[in-house]
């Protein structure tokens, strides 16, 4: 079971689910900690995932680790369920951001601790369809 973490990974998601060669299903939460360039400190959920993960292999799929913070929260949240494991796959990950201690299995590209847009992530909404991914220049 692929869960993606929206709104982000969803470009991801898709070419990863497209290049796994087995029986998957996919399923989408919604999670917010950002505004702007800023995460907010504060994570809310705002679309739950509603099948039963009790006894699943569940794969995460985020789309950036930045502090670490939203795959945290999200993890402690899906251990409650029971599932049988939990891997987790980001497209991108800042380590010099890091703050909480998550476990990452597979991680695309290591980038520095800039905000970059593109390739499913935005800025304030925009900047998702971009192909490749670009850096925002500093404000
Ligand atoms: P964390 O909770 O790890 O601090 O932040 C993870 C979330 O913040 C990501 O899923 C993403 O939505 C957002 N985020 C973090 N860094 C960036 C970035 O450089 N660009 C964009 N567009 N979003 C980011």
Known sequence: ????????????????????????????????????????GSIQTVMGLEKDLSGRHVIVVEDIVDTGRTLHYFIAQLQQQSPASICTVTFLRKPQAARFSVQVDHV????????????????????RNLPGVYQLPEQ
């Not at 969803?10 to 070419?15: E, G, L, P, R, T």
């Not at 695309?108 to 925009?126: K, M, N, S």
Request: glycine share 16%; aromatic share 16%.
């Open 108 to 127: 695309g590209f290591d980038i520095d601790d800039q905000f970059v847009v593109g390739y499913g992530l935005d800025y304030e909404g925009l900047g």
């Open 1 to 40: 079971m692929f869960i993606s973490i929206l709104s982000g990974a969803f470009v991801f998601a898709s070419d990863l689910i497209r290049a796994f060669r087995g029986d998957c299903e996919i399923g989408f939460v919604k999670l917010s900690s950002y505004s702007g360039t800023r995460s907010t």
